[in-house]
Nanobody
Framework: VQLQASGGGLVQAGGSLRLSCAAS????????MGWYRQAPGKQRELVAV???????DYADSVKGRSTISRDNAKNTVYLQMNSLKSEDTAVYYC???????????????WGQGTQVTVSS
């Protein structure tokens, strides 16, 4: 299973970005899909997560500014980020809890990370 993230970049404060992450490989089903971020010198933290059924959870720091969504048919999760702030600068990683088509066991997978830089 591979997760391919895209959509990061350099944006001015107040701007918007949309991140995408597509899962591919031996996938039977995907439980939670989400986004984490890690800023320099800080621990990786949850940004947003969405269950297969549509339940969502957000970090307090992004509530009201970000929206997570997913397309189960495409095994893809998105993160729309608006009103970006300098403190949103980080490497953003997608995560998926994938049930393997071959073993029917659930394992966590991570994308390669995409850099988001917000200039003030």
């Amino acid at each position: 299973v591979q997760l391919q993230a895209s959509g990061g970049g350099l944006v001015q404060a107040g701007g918007s970005l949309r991140l995408s992450c597509a899962a591919s490989g031996s996938i039977f089903s995907i439980n939670d899909m989400g986004w984490y971020r890690q800023a320099p010198g800080k621990q990786r933290e949850l940004v947003a997560v969405m269950s297969r059924g549509g339940s969502m959870d957000y970090a307090d720091s992004v509530k009201g500014r970000s929206t997570i969504s997913r397309d189960n048919a495409k095994n893809t999760v998105y993160l729309q980020m608006n009103s970006l702030k300098s403190e949103d600068t980080a490497v953003y990683y997608c995560n998926a809890n994938v049930i393997s088509r071959s073993t029917f066991r659930a394992l966590d997978y991570w994308g390669q990370g995409t850099q988001v830089t917000v200039s003030s």
